[in-house]
Every structure is written in C-alpha cells, then in structure tokens.
C-alpha cells in the first residue's frame, strides 16, 4: 500500500496509537477494563536491579521523561548520565564504562541509536564484545506523525547483521522486565527495541521461564502460524481470534529475539502449519520476515508471506492511522493471513 | 639504560632519563620501520610524529602493571588516532606485556597485530580503535566509570588532528567539561597534515586552544617532540579530580626522524624497501636531526 493515508476512520479510535483500538486485550492488574495506558517500566526496573548490582548505569540523549529513565535518575543519581542531544558519544561513552566493569543502559530513540549510531554499536560495542545494553524505544513507526526522521523501520536488518550482537524486541511491559533483568549477566552486547515501551501487555507478569533466543508458542493451531515480533505480537494474538471466527486456527508466535533466532520453532511451524506470515513493525526487507526466510530456504516449501513495512518510507500520520494504512493492526493481519491460505 | 633493573610489574611513575627516552622513541621508529616491511606497508609518518609522546607516557609517566594488564587502578590510554598502533606495539613487547618474537607475524593471517589495535587480542591495549572521532567518548566513559568506582586513575586519549573534523569529538569534549571529568587527558599530536593535505587547507581545525578553552578545557601547548617538555608538561598535569579536563596541543612533524618523510604528503602510507631500507634505517640510528619543515597554523 502506497500513497497518502485515505481511511482516517481508525485516527478516532480509543487506542490513538497502538491501532487495535478497543479489540486490544489490555491486560489489568485489577481485572477493570483496560484503558489506561500500560506504564513506561525501563527506568523502574532499571532501579530495581541497581539496588544489589553496582555495575548498573543508565544514560539518555535528553530523553530522561520520555523513557521513564528519570526514575532510575532520582533514585541513583550518580550512576545516571544524560549526555544531552549527542547519541554517538554516548554509546561509544557506554563502551568505555562497559570496558571498565560497568553494565550501561543506553536509551533513546530507535531511529537515533540503531540507525545514527549503528557504526558505534558495531565498532565500539560488538568488535570488543563489551555488555552495553541498548534500549531503542519508540521503533518502527510508532512515532506517527513525527515522521521519517523519527521512525525505525530499518534498525532490526542493520542490526542483526552485527556478530555477536544480541537483538530482542519487547513484546510488552512485562516482556521487558524479562528482557532487563536476563540482561544483566548476559555476556557480549544488546539491542533492545521497544515500541512506544507501553504497548498493550501481552504477559500477565513477566515468564519465569524466559529465555534469550528461546521464542514464546502463544496460541496454537494447525491452519497457519503466525509469527510476530515486539509491538505487532498483540494484533496478532487479536488477528488469530477474528481468523478463529472464519474457522481459521492460527498458532501465534512471539519471536522476541531476532538475533540468534529461534530456528527450531520455525521449523516446527513449517512442519506442522500450512502456511507462515512473519509480522513485524519495520521494512520487510531485511527484518524479522527476511531472517525467518533465511531459515525456511532449507524447509519444505509451504505458503510464506512477510507482512511489514513494504519498501518504502511511511507517510506522516497518527500511529493508528498508520497502522491501519499498513494493515499492521488486528484486522490487517487477519486479512493478509486470509490472503495467503487463499 | 635502565631498562633491566626497572622492576616490570610495579607501578610505573619511574625516573627515567631524557636521553633513555630518546633511544626508546628511535627505537619506536625503527621497529615501525621494520613492521611495516613486514606487512608491506604501513602509516609511517604519523606514527613518527608521536614517537616521543608515546614513549614519555610509556616509560615515564603511565602507571601500569605490564605483568597485572588488567589492573584496575593503572591509568588507561586510548590511541584514539589507532594507525599509529605499529608504533605502539613495540612498546607494550618492550615493556613485558607480551614477548617481542610475536611481532615478527605482524599483519599475517591470524595475528593479533593488525593496523588498528584490538583490545581482545592485545595485552595493553585499553581500547579498540581505527574508526576516528572515537577515542575521546571511550575516554569519558572510562573517566565516569572511574569516578563511579572512586579510583583516582587518569585516562590519556592520544589524538590526531586530522581527526578534529570528527563531529563526536566535539560532542566528547563538550561532555567531558560538563561531568567535570579532571582525569582526562587528550593529547593532540598536531603534525599538521590528514592525508589530503594541511589540515587548515582541507578542514581547519585552528585556532585550537581557542576552541578547547571554548569547550570550558585546560590547555596548554608544547613542542610534542621536546621530551623534556613533554615530561614536564606530564608532571604538571593538574590533580585527576573533579574539574575541566586538559589538553596538551603538541606541535609534532609528520614523519619526524627521516627527512623525506619530513612534512610529506606521500608517506601517509607507504613501504620502504631494499636500500631505501637500509638507508632509512641508518638515519635513524644516527638520532634526529633538526627539523627543516615547519607547518603552518
């Protein structure tokens, strides 16, 4: 889909941006109907891990409210930095604390730390297979109408091409927590991509039972897999409900980590499902869809699709506009995975 | 020479002698040499005009540990300009890091010596370097960890000038005066030439001390191949704590120690063979000479 964005419809939905509107399965801790948005927990839990580790640091770019890093800030100022609008100094400044025994949490937005700094995170970060952690919020498009300057939808194809860089892609808050607190003795770098990092929970709590590398089987069902990463893994989950209304059972996975990847779970849902459509909120070209692709050339051919971002920069446009237009909410998926048993 | 009675895994801080220096930074000069004959070729000249800073911090002023590399009080060096490393290399085998012989594979597949340095290969090495502009955020982030884990160490970052034009220099050292880093230390090898020419005819990078103190800096300026001055600027160096950091602007010649080489263009890279070898090798021996070419500022 191409061209300016016609349907404006979706701009009025409940959920401005995460475009699943009132279908979204927000989860609530109280069990009450779930409109509030889901909270900006990396600064939290950042602080909560610092309490018995002191290696734990965490930098931004002038982003300290934006990414709730604040809260790590008010309570360790002094392992907390904010390096102003200078994204390349400070992970190459996180590099020089990870060489020194420290654990640096560099946040800030996707497009300004995998695109802008990818040459830091591969020379400074990945050749010295240094433990800086960084967390790349607001990916894809979540940005909306701020435009391209301020969308990522390339970060996940330059960064799983890195050696030795870990990429893993939150899911949901509770997802997070997982991430971060695996993170901390996890040898070598990291790329964490978060959407707008409160995304609609997926998880309850966070899975005891997380592992790096190791994706999360969702749902079950035989028609077709649906194999989805971060943001697009709830409307996924939503998708395969509105395809069980057709008599369609999808299983739905949770690729979380893009980099390793999860070979043995794709191969499973190419042996035992008709058909796979890999969903992901960036370019198709290179993303999630191309790595799972890379593993499905040495399967059984069965119907495979890569719903993304076509090669192309997005419009400018409310995020729920945009993912109607792109057809990455619930309904879009479910019609591209229709599309493709057809 | 007191090379052999220095007791190698004590702290450094030692008492040497300018003339000591002096034969160090010719031998800096003639294992280049040498190295790069091996490679079949190798970035000479700048390497000649850090010579003598590199030798002054090596044997005179760094606190290290060549038998404890990890040690995590030494004071650190990041060689921000890495393609000096052919020059740097010698230094750590002379000093005890690793044994000499290893050098002899320099460059061949699976050596751990290439033209930038690897820090995951080399005993000595704080840092990985060869991507420019770099250096000096490595060495804010090894100057925030020290402050975090109360150590009292200096971090040294070696630049190059060429390597000014790097916008995150600017962002390094803009950050380094606002976290009051005062154990930091850059030095500016400023030999005046990137590879295309006189840095003020490509990308000025003057007026330089205008632009550190600009950036809230200490500076001082020196001729960076005057040892003593180059020791005394070192000793004088202000306490590592919380405060500007400083940098030491030394004037230096691009491939100092072989007149043609000398402020030439042509001896970025280069390999010298045969009786241009042999030739190059005695006028090194015979100690520098003075300088006939001067750059412009």
């Keep these: 889909m191409t061209g300016p964005v016609e349907d404006n419809a979706s701009q009025d939905q409940a959920d401005f941006f995460t475009g699943d509107g009132g279908n979204a399965l927000i989860a609530s801790e109280k069990g009450t109907p779930a ?9 939290e839990e950042l602080a909560d891990i610092a309490e018995t580790d002191p290696r734990i640091a ?11 890093t604040i809260e790590f800030q008010e309570r360790y100022p002094d392992r907390f930095f904010d390096f102003g609008i200078a994204e390349k100094n400070m992970v190459t400044a996180a590099a020089g604390m990870a060489a020194s025994g420290h654990i640096p949490y560099a946040a800030t937005f996707a497009s300004f730390l995998g695109l802008l700094c990818a040459e830091q995170i591969r020379t400074d970060c990945a050749y010295p297979k240094l433990p800086v952690r960084l967390v790349a919020h607001h990916s894809g498009i979540s940005m909306g109408f701020y435009g391209t300057s301020h969308h990522a939808l390339e970060d996940l194809a330059m960064m799983r091409s890195i050696a030795g860089l870990t990429v893993v892609c939150a899911t949901d808050a509770a997802l997070l927590r997982s991430i971060l607190r695996t993170s901390v003795d996890h040898p070598g770098p990291m790329y964490i991509r978060l959407g707008r990092g409160r995304d609609p929970d997926v998880y309850d709590a966070p899975p005891i039972d997380f592992r790096l590398g190791k994706s999360v089987r969702l749902r079950e069902g035989s028609d077709l897999t649906l194999i989805a990463t971060g943001a697009q893994v709830h409307p996924s989950l939503n998708a395969a409900e509105q395809l069980a209304a057709n008599g369609i059972e999808a299983r739905v996975i949770d690729m979380h980590t893009i980099s390793p990847l999860d070979a043995e779970q794709i191969r499973a849902a190419a042996a035992e499902t008709n058909a796979i459509l890999t969903v992901e909120e960036h370019n198709i070209t290179g993303g999630l869809g191309s790595a799972v692709a890379e593993v499905l050339i040495d399967c059984d051919r069965l119907p495979f699709a890569r719903h993304g971002i076509p090669d192309e920069f997005a419009p400018v446009g409310p995020p729920a506009a945009l993912y109607a237009h792109y057809r990455l909410d619930s309904q879009g998926i479910a019609a591209r995975a229709l599309e493709l048993l057809q | 020479m007191t090379r052999e009675t220095t007791d190698r895994n004590a702290s450094m801080g030692r008492n040497v002698s300018v003339d000591y220096l002096a034969d160090r930074a010719k031998f800096v000069r003639k294992e280049t040499v040498r190295l790069s004959r091996i490679a079949g070729a190798g970035h000479y000249s700048s390497t000649f005009s850090a010579a003598e800073i590199l030798v002054a911090l090596y044997y005179a002023k760094l606190k290290i540990r060549p038998l404890e590399p990890n040690w995590p009080d030494r004071d650190r060096f990041v060689l921000s300009k890495g393609h000096a490393a052919i020059g740097l290399y010698p230094i750590l085998a002379d000093l005890g890091f690793f044994e000499a012989k290893l050098l002899d594979d320099y460059t061949r597949l699976g050596s751990p010596f290439g033209d930038h340095p690897d820090m995951k290969k080399v005993k000595g090495i704080d840092f990985s370097s060869g991507s ?37 220099i600017w962002e390094a050292a803009m950050s380094a005066a606002h976290f009051k880093l005062g154990s930091l230390v850059a030095i500016v090898d400023r030999n005046g030439l990137c590879i295309d020419g006189n840095t003020e005819d490509v990308m000025s990078v003057e007026p330089l001390e205008e632009r550190f103190q600009g950036f809230s800096w200490n500076t001082r300026r020196i001729d960076g191949h005057d040892l003593g001055q180059i020791l005394a600027t070192l000793d004088a160096l202000p306490p590592p704590g919380v405060g500007p950091p400083t940098v030491i602007i030394a004037d230096t010649v691009k491939g100092r120690g072989v007149a043609m080489m000398e402020g030439a263009l042509n001896w970025h890279v280069g390999n010298l063979v045969g009786e241009d070898y042999d030739t190059v090798m005695k006028e090194l021996d015979a100690g520098l000479k003075p300088t006939t070419w001067e750059h412009s500022q």
């Design chain 1, 35 to 43: 409109k509030r948005m889901p909270a900006f927990v990396l600064g």
């Design chain 1, 58 to 68: 965490v930098m931004t770019a002038d982003l300290a409210s934006a990414n709730r």
């Design chain 2, 132 to 168: 420019l502009g770099h250096g000096l955020s490595i060495g804010v982030g090894f100057a925030l960890s020290a402050r975090m884990q109360s150590r009292d160490h200096r971090i040294f970052c070696l630049l190059g000038d060429g390597e000014l034009a790097e916008g995150q």
